[in-house]
């Protein structure tokens, strides 16, 4: 069959380059799955396909020569999706990549991630999950579902994904490590600054503070680092107010519960360990 030429789309009322307007291109073997993503994010005011490939080779360069924030990318047009992953991250670092896989595998997970993947989502992904994850992975954020998480946290724990040591140990103030530490149990900005005695704002610049000083990009490699690293082990995180504060703690509870039922998370809930964090 004659191959596809990789074609660009032009948004005519931005001129392609909207302020705040997320680039994407779309790398799937089926023509049909493009079309339905297009009408996907035909409805979003803040998404544009500007390319799309039908082959690896057409990925490359539409990679190379397209503007874009995230690309898509089946795991399907490359025999080693790894490798392939490897060599877009090199040739585009600026580009953020998406990777639809056919389900949910362990090795592949954990191996596309390690290799550079922002994004991992499953093929039966449904529409407002895919939206909201380029949102995330566009505002530099990491996208894995709920199995993924868990498959990441144990490769991690067991140093099978990152040796222990590959950054320097950073001493974190005893504030910073509480915050930390509730990071690492899947608490949002709102619970934090219940437990805690403060606001979410100062929750925020703290958070920004901590990802600095141990050079990492979001809340998800913040847990896995702490976590290998042991950063918040011993820290004992106090309990919700009883009285006074109710109406937020239940608040902060509620939001925090509802955030663990998604299916796909940029700022994934961590599993408790406390052997290490009682």
Known sequence: MASI???VEQNHETGGEGKGIIRVILADTQAIFRAGLRKIFALEDDIRVVGQAETLAQTLSA???FSADVLIFESA???NPADAVAELVKQSPEVRLVVVTPDSNEELTLELFRRGAHGIVSREVEPELLV???RKVAAGETWLDNQGVHWVMEAYRTQSLRPTGSRPKVQL????ALIVSCVTQGMKNKEIAARV???EQVVKNYLRKVYDKLGVADRLELALYCLNHHVVDGTKIPPLPASGNGHAAAAAAGASSSGSASSGIATPPVPPFPEKLS
């Open 5 to 7: 030429p990789v074609n």
């Open 63 to 65: 990679s190379k020569k």
């Open 77 to 79: 047009l490359a025999p």
């Open 132 to 134: 909201e994850c380029l």
């Open 173 to 176: 103030t005893p504030k910073e």
């Open 197 to 199: 005695g403060t606001t």
